[in-house]
């Protein structure tokens, strides 16, 4: 590896250029977009710092008070917790369970396809309308139902601070379009020819999905995965809509903790120092997934 | 496909049919909301069909906002964001999976760490330098952005490219091909079903944004559907059929567009007979 | 591996392309934008925060302006929404914004003014000859005057009362022309209103209080003291009032009462639970006047003030409502003036005020308008809006963080069932902390 050849020197040099040319749109738009706000944010959470006037630093002051003085702080992370460690995986099977699903062929799957990416596009205000009456605790089609089958006593969703959480968990599984949108195109490549072969092999549909398919589409399973994460740590929409982290704080999850303190109590400093928090702690997430992934997402053609 | 039994068939039929007729619901929800008269929106238990009727609300939604001019505007916006970020993405998402070079992972991680902080804080500064630019009250801000990729896309055309085998842009290179050459004519018709993907998602996104549009245009002739549906909206309740109706009407595109952009999704890349 | 053919520097001539493109597109916009007035017309920009009808009717009044202020071309800009605050925070941190604005809340005025990026209108108001003091309702007045000095002014407020089912009254065996007077009276006539089926779920609900930030004003208290310039958080009264909202949690299971209104959704919805005859009494506004007429025209009902407590305030109501500003960064301040100035005058407030149905917060404007003198509820509306009970939002900048805790410490009071001295004590200290902070950044 060390003494490389002079014909691989001239390769490795046009790779060189080539990888930065191509990838140049990125690192210009990360100059001038990027860069400049990601550091900013960086100090501001060092200063008091309101949006209007200038910025002025106060040190770590922002972090001592975010880890000792705000006990929503920590209220809203283990929210926010919940929802990576309950909502998060819930919607991951459930996405690719309906991609499988709408990967068959038979009649009219196109139409089927729509119907099940319509939620995903359905404007906010309609949706949380719409499921305003769902989970109502009264009347709601969902404790009608669970009384049809026996739950003497079904929970009171979105008012109960114990049921705030799943219901919004139940609300998001419905919203799976866009998962599923992508691993639908994942499971169209997988090529036929493997499944053919794995048939003749005489592997069960099990054991295809777990052989073939599974490690096909592990590298859209990975990226789901993490973007997956991202957003559950940065939860925020439904909250802010439809329960404005109420009842008794059991919806403020952190992204709108952050707002609040960000746009309401005029406290940029103090939302920058949350959100670098926040990054720390996800890109803890990210890593491990990054570690464990090397065991089991399945490159087809990575560049060795 | 795989061969399956009919009763596996009719089996998956039923499931496809139950689970989406559940799916189903918001759009229904939406569209007869729209048609029903204001007593009854908020009924309950709800009422599931409109009585009166009242088509009138979509004719009067649409009058109450300048909806064709906002919807060209919206489709100007949308229409530059998918052609930038088809453009800027899948060549940065080549380099970051097919061409091997010092500093690309990382470019890599990087690109991953933007998405993991929160908009929020970013917004201001983001402002700043669009203010400094003199950028603000033109669309500029929606759009330029695009051309320079976006990390999610970028990050989600790599997952798919990662896929592809290179046994094929190696054969390419014996045979002469620029690195361009290999994206251009073997990657990108390989990725057809990504490319859409990403296409549909930034369309959608780009259709739906509001805050963007709402921190930087500053003139009615320039507003966006999503700012119009806001009109709808006052301080203690809403027009909500006119809303509903509205809304509607903003969800067809989407509809169409992924109804009929579903081809690309099924065909896929034909990689049979290459590989396997 | 083979020799590989030096590759094209590829992406030129799609760089090229693509910078077309970005200027093309820039072209395309900008040339969109150029708009050409005449030199003596001023153009002034101004963001409401009105959307809906409300926006109809402002625009309306700004036709007025424009037609009868020639040297002055107004262009009304619609900043609505849930995001519409983030607009104007970020317009203000960014320093783009308009020559006037109505878009900054009661609430901010403070926080806004004195961060030094609103105008003073003092020395216009004294060449106008106006006095705010005189011209406005007390409770108004008093919030719009910050540190001694103007920096907005409103053109609507709104008054709080309770309006009652009369129906229901009279079917529980209450007076409807007798409606409670004291805060005993109304828990009684709570306590006659409700209902329950033999599961003992709720099928109907007098009163259920919320909003403690009003109703310790009721029950005597306040939120700061002006003169001391302190926090006053554990006052006593409002420790009284909190105590009285929690009495509700022991009479009533809330929890359960809460379901059964979250049935109805929205109180301004057509199936809001006062209009369908499920809540006999609720608090609220002169702007639901509207909205009975709408949804439930048939509805029997009536509106008496906010009862008090022995040694409460009679007649208590919040004041408030959406300011205009001029930005410091306004560019033609002069005209923008001439604008405010029209808006504010009685004039423009009465016809604003009476085609959206909210109370007119300048005395001259209710005074020689006929629907506002006519129309009972308004003439009772407008008569609380002046008397000397009326409250708006402190001066203090920390105001927003404030009363967000305010709502908190109810909800974990009544619902939560946390001791409300110590939660007051609590938040005594806290805002106390946030606004000396405050006041100390506020000073470099």
Same mark, same amino acid.
């Given at each position: 590896?060390?003494?490389?050849?002079?014909?691989?020197?001239?390769?490795?040099?046009?790779?060189?250029?080539?990888?930065?040319? *191509?990838?140049?749109?990125?690192?210009?738009?990360?100059? $001038?977009?990027?860069?400049?706000?990601?550091?900013?944010?960086?100090?501001?959470?060092?200063?008091?710092?309101?949006?209007?006037?200038?910025?002025?630093?106060?040190?770590?002051?922002?972090?001592?008070?975010?880890?000792?003085?705000?006990?929503?702080?920590?209220?809203?992370?283990?929210?926010?917790?919940?929802?990576?460690?309950?909502?998060?995986?819930?919607?991951?099977?459930?996405?690719?369970?309906? /991609?499988?699903?709408?990967?068959?062929?038979?009649?009219?799957?196109?139409?089927?396809?729509?119907?099940?990416?319509?939620?995903?596009?359905?404007? @906010?205000?309609?949706?949380?309308?719409?499921?305003?009456?769902?989970?109502?605790?009264?009347?709601?089609?969902?404790?009608?139902?669970?009384?049809? @089958?026996?739950?003497?006593?079904?929970?009171?969703?979105?008012?109960?601070?114990?049921?705030?959480?799943?219901?919004?968990?139940?609300?998001?599984?419905?919203?799976?379009?866009?998962?599923?949108?992508?691993?639908?195109?994942?499971?169209?490549?997988?090529?036929?020819?493997?499944?053919?072969?794995?048939?003749?092999?005489?592997?069960?549909?099990?054991?295809?999905?777990?052989?073939?398919?599974?490690?096909?589409?592990?590298?859209?399973?990975?990226?789901?995965?993490?973007?997956?994460?991202?957003?559950?740590?940065?939860?925020?929409?439904?909250?802010?809509?439809?329960?404005?982290?109420?009842?008794?704080?059991?919806?403020?999850?952190?992204?709108?903790?952050?707002?609040?303190?960000?746009?309401?109590?005029?406290?940029?400093?103090?939302?920058?120092?949350?959100?670098?928090?926040?990054?720390?702690?996800?890109?803890?997430?990210?890593?491990?997934?990054?570690?464990?992934?090397?065991?089991?997402?399945?490159?087809?053609?990575? @560049? =060795? | 496909?795989?061969?399956?039994?009919?009763?596996?068939?009719?089996?998956?039929?039923?499931?496809?049919?139950?689970?989406?007729?559940?799916?189903?619901?918001?759009?229904?929800?939406?569209?007869?909301?729209?048609?029903?008269?204001?007593?009854?929106?908020?009924?309950?238990?709800?009422?599931?069909?409109?009585?009166?009727?009242?088509?009138?609300?979509?004719? =009067?939604?649409?009058?109450?906002?300048?909806?064709?001019?906002?919807?060209?505007?919206?489709?100007?916006?949308?229409?530059?964001?998918?052609?930038?970020?088809?453009?800027?993405?899948?060549?940065?998402?080549?380099?970051?999976?097919?061409?091997?070079?010092?500093?690309?992972?990382?470019?890599?991680?990087?690109?991953?760490?933007?998405?993991?902080?929160?908009?929020?804080?970013?917004?201001?500064?983001?402002?700043?330098?669009?203010?400094?630019?003199?950028?603000? #009250?033109?669309?500029?801000?929606?759009?330029?952005?695009?051309?320079?990729?976006?990390?999610?896309?970028?990050?989600?055309?790599?997952?798919?490219?990662?896929?592809?085998?290179?046994?094929?842009?190696?054969?390419?290179?014996?045979?002469?091909?620029?690195?361009?050459?290999?994206?251009?004519?073997?990657?990108?018709?390989?990725?057809?079903?990504?490319?859409?993907?990403?296409?549909?998602?930034?369309? $959608?996104?780009?259709?739906? !944004?509001?805050?963007?549009?709402?921190?930087?245009?500053?003139?009615?002739?320039?507003?966006?559907?999503?700012?119009?549906?806001?009109?709808?909206?006052?301080?203690? #309740?809403?027009?909500?059929?006119?809303?509903?109706?509205?809304?509607?009407?903003?969800?067809?595109?989407?509809?169409?567009?992924?109804?009929?952009?579903?081809?690309?999704?099924?065909?896929?890349?034909?990689?049979?007979?290459?590989?396997? | 591996?083979?020799?590989?053919?030096?590759?094209?520097?590829?992406?030129?001539?799609?760089?090229?392309?693509?910078?077309? #493109?970005?200027?093309?597109?820039?072209?395309?916009?900008?040339?969109?934008?150029?708009?050409?007035?005449?030199?003596?017309?001023?153009?002034?920009?101004?963001?409401?925060?009105?959307?809906?009808?409300?926006?109809?009717?402002?625009?309306?009044?700004?036709?007025?302006?424009?037609?009868?202020?020639?040297?002055?071309?107004?262009?009304?800009?619609?900043?609505?929404?849930?995001?519409?605050?983030?607009?104007?925070?970020? /317009?203000?941190?960014? #320093?783009?914004?308009?020559?006037?604005?109505?878009? @900054?809340?009661?609430?901010?005025?403070?926080?806004?003014?004195?961060?030094?990026?609103?105008?003073?209108?003092?020395?216009?108001?004294?060449?106008?000859?106006? !006095?705010?003091?005189?011209?406005?309702?007390?409770?108004?007045?008093?919030?719009?005057?910050?540190?001694?000095?103007?920096?907005?002014?409103?053109?609507?407020?709104?008054?709080?009362? $309770?309006?009652?089912?009369?129906?229901?009254?009279?079917?529980?065996?209450?007076?409807?022309?007798?409606?409670?007077?004291?805060?005993?009276?109304?828990?009684?006539?709570?306590?006659?209103?409700?209902?329950? +089926?033999?599961?003992?779920?709720?099928?109907?609900?007098?009163?259920?209080?919320?909003?403690?930030?009003?109703?310790?004003?009721?029950?005597?208290?306040?939120?700061?003291?002006?003169?001391?310039?302190?926090?006053?958080?554990?006052?006593?009264?409002?420790?009284?009032?909190?105590?009285?909202?929690?009495?509700?949690?022991?009479?009533?299971?809330?929890?359960?009462?809460?379901?059964?209104?979250?049935?109805?959704?929205?109180?301004?919805?057509?199936?809001?639970?006062?209009?369908?005859?499920?809540? /006999?009494?609720?608090?609220?506004?002169?702007?639901?006047?509207?909205?009975?007429?709408?949804?439930?025209?048939?509805?029997?009902?009536?509106?008496? /003030?906010?009862?008090?407590?022995?040694?409460?305030?009679?007649?208590?109501?919040?004041?408030?409502?959406?300011?205009?500003?001029?930005?410091?960064?306004?560019?033609?301040?002069?005209?923008?003036?001439?604008?405010?100035?029209?808006?504010?005058?009685?004039?423009?407030?009465?016809? *604003?005020?009476?085609?959206?149905?909210?109370?007119?917060?300048?005395?001259?404007?209710?005074?020689?308008?006929? *629907?506002?003198?006519? +129309?009972?509820?308004?003439?009772?509306?407008?008569?609380?809006?002046?008397?000397?009970?009326?409250?708006?939002?402190?001066?203090?900048?920390?105001?927003?963080?404030?009363?967000?805790?305010?709502?908190?410490?109810?909800?974990?009071?009544?619902?939560?069932?946390?001791?409300?001295?110590?939660?007051?004590?609590?938040?005594?200290?806290?805002?106390? =902390?946030?606004?000396?902070?405050?006041?100390? +950044?506020?000073?470099?």
């Amino acid at each position: 590896m060390n003494r490389k050849q002079p014909r691989l020197r001239a390769q490795e040099r046009e790779n060189q250029r080539n990888g930065t040319l *191509f990838a140049l749109p990125w690192l210009l738009g990360f100059a $001038i977009f990027i860069a400049y706000p990601l550091c900013a944010s960086l100090y501001y959470s060092f200063c008091t710092y309101d949006a209007i006037r200038p910025a002025r630093w106060v040190g770590l002051q922002n972090y001592q008070r975010l880890f000792f003085e705000d006990p929503l702080f920590w209220k809203s992370l283990s929210n926010t917790l919940y929802m990576v460690a309950l909502g998060l995986p819930i919607g991951l099977v459930a996405s690719l369970g309906i /991609a499988m699903l709408l990967n068959q062929k038979v009649r009219g799957i196109a139409l089927y396809r729509t119907l099940y990416y319509l939620p995903s596009i359905t404007p @906010v205000v309609a949706t949380s309308i719409l499921w305003m009456w769902l989970l109502n605790p009264e009347m709601g089609l969902v404790n009608l139902f669970l009384k049809r @089958v026996g739950v003497a006593n079904p929970p009171a969703w979105l008012t109960d601070p114990f049921w705030s959480k799943p219901a919004l968990i139940l609300m998001s599984l419905w919203g799976v379009g866009g998962g599923m949108v992508i691993y639908l195109a994942a499971l169209k490549d997988v090529p036929e020819a493997l499944y053919e072969a794995a048939a003749l092999d005489g592997a069960s549909r099990w054991s295809q999905f777990r052989h073939v398919t599974l490690p096909m589409i592990s590298p859209v399973i990975f990226f789901n995965l993490i973007m997956g994460l991202i957003g559950s740590f940065q939860y925020f929409t439904q909250a802010f809509v439809m329960t404005n982290g109420g009842p008794q704080d059991s919806t403020t999850f952190y992204a709108l903790h952050l707002f609040n303190k960000a746009f309401l109590d005029f406290k940029m400093g103090y939302a920058s120092a949350m959100a670098w928090i926040l990054f720390l702690i996800t890109l803890v997430g990210a890593l491990l997934v990054f570690r464990t992934s090397a065991r089991w997402v399945y490159y087809g053609g990575e @560049v =060795k | 496909m795989k061969q399956r039994s009919p009763s596996l068939k009719l089996l998956a039929h039923l499931l496809l049919m139950g689970i989406g007729l559940l799916f189903a619901l918001p759009f229904y929800w939406l569209v007869t909301t729209a048609l029903k008269p204001d007593t009854q929106i908020f009924q309950m238990p709800p009422a599931w069909i409109p009585h009166p009727v009242m088509w009138n609300n979509y004719p =009067k939604a649409l009058h109450y906002i300048p909806f064709w001019l906002y919807t060209g505007n919206t489709l100007k916006i949308c229409l530059f964001s998918v052609l930038g970020t088809l453009f800027s993405c899948s060549l940065v998402a080549y380099s970051l999976s097919k061409i091997r070079w010092r500093g690309r992972d990382l470019v890599f991680y990087s690109l991953l760490a933007t998405m993991i902080l929160p908009g929020q804080v970013t917004m201001i500064p983001t402002f700043t330098i669009f203010k400094w630019l003199g950028w603000i #009250g033109t669309s500029l801000p929606l759009i330029v952005p695009a051309f320079f990729g976006s990390a999610f896309h970028i990050f989600l055309l790599r997952q798919f490219f990662m896929t592809l085998p290179n046994e094929l842009s190696e054969a390419a290179k014996i045979d002469g091909c620029s690195e361009f050459g290999i994206y251009w004519r073997i990657v990108l018709p390989l990725s057809k079903s990504a490319m859409a993907t990403v296409g549909l998602f930034t369309f $959608i996104s780009a259709w739906n !944004d509001f805050l963007g549009p709402l921190l930087y245009l500053n003139d009615e002739s320039s507003y966006t559907l999503s700012m119009g549906l806001q009109r709808f909206v006052s301080q203690h #309740g809403a027009e909500w059929s006119m809303l509903m109706a509205t809304s509607t009407v903003m969800t067809l595109p989407i509809i169409a567009i992924f109804f009929f952009a579903q081809r690309t999704f099924i065909q896929g890349t034909t990689l049979t007979g290459i590989k396997g | 591996m083979t020799k590989p053919r030096l590759a094209k520097p590829l992406p030129i001539p799609h760089l090229k392309a693509f910078c077309l #493109g970005i200027v093309l597109c820039s072209a395309f916009i900008l040339a969109g934008c150029a708009r050409t007035t005449s030199p003596k017309v001023t153009e002034i920009v101004y963001w409401t925060g009105w959307s809906g009808h409300e926006f109809e009717a402002q625009e309306r009044l700004i036709a007025e302006f424009n037609r009868t202020h020639p040297h002055i071309h107004v262009r009304i800009l619609s900043q609505f929404g849930t995001s519409g605050y983030q607009k104007v925070r970020i /317009a203000f941190a960014g #320093g783009a914004t308009p020559d006037v604005m109505s878009t @900054v809340w009661a609430d901010e005025l403070a926080a806004y003014a004195l961060r030094g990026v609103l105008t003073p209108l003092n020395s216009y108001l004294k060449q106008a000859g106006r !006095d705010v003091e005189r011209e406005y309702t007390p409770g108004v007045a008093k919030m719009l005057r910050i540190e001694g000095k103007t920096y907005g002014l409103t053109v609507t407020t709104n008054t709080s009362f $309770i309006a009652y089912n009369r129906a229901i009254f009279r079917e529980a065996g209450l007076d409807p022309n007798h409606p409670p007077q004291t805060i005993a009276e109304l828990d009684r006539a709570a306590l006659a209103c409700t209902k329950y +089926d033999p599961q003992g779920n709720f099928v109907r609900y007098g009163f259920r209080p919320s909003q403690l930030s009003l109703w310790a004003y009721v029950f005597g208290g306040k939120w700061y003291d002006t003169a001391t310039r302190r926090i006053t958080a554990n006052d006593p009264h409002n420790l009284a009032a909190l105590r009285w909202m929690v009495s509700y949690a022991r009479t009533y299971d809330l929890k359960k009462m809460q379901a059964f209104q979250a049935g109805f959704g929205s109180n301004e919805t057509a199936n809001g639970p006062f209009f369908v005859g499920k809540m /006999a009494m609720w608090s609220t506004g002169e702007w639901s006047q509207e909205y009975i007429h709408r949804y439930a025209p048939a509805l029997d009902w009536g509106w008496f /003030a906010l009862p008090a407590p022995p040694g409460g305030r009679d007649k208590t109501t919040g004041a408030g409502g959406s300011v205009f500003v001029i930005p410091a960064a306004c560019r033609h301040k002069d005209e923008a003036w001439e604008f405010l100035n029209w808006m504010s005058s009685p004039h423009a407030v009465a016809s *604003f005020c009476q085609s959206i149905k909210n109370v007119p917060p300048v005395i001259a404007a209710a005074k020689g308008n006929t *629907f506002f003198q006519t +129309d009972p509820l308004f003439h009772f509306s407008i008569a609380i809006s002046q008397g000397k009970n009326s409250f708006g939002a402190p001066p203090i900048p920390t105001w927003p963080t404030y009363r967000r805790e305010i709502g908190r410490v109810e909800e974990a009071a009544v619902l939560g069932g946390e001791d409300p001295d110590k939660l007051l004590n609590t938040l005594q200290k806290q805002m106390e =902390k946030e606004l000396i902070e405050s006041r100390e +950044d506020l000073q470099r």
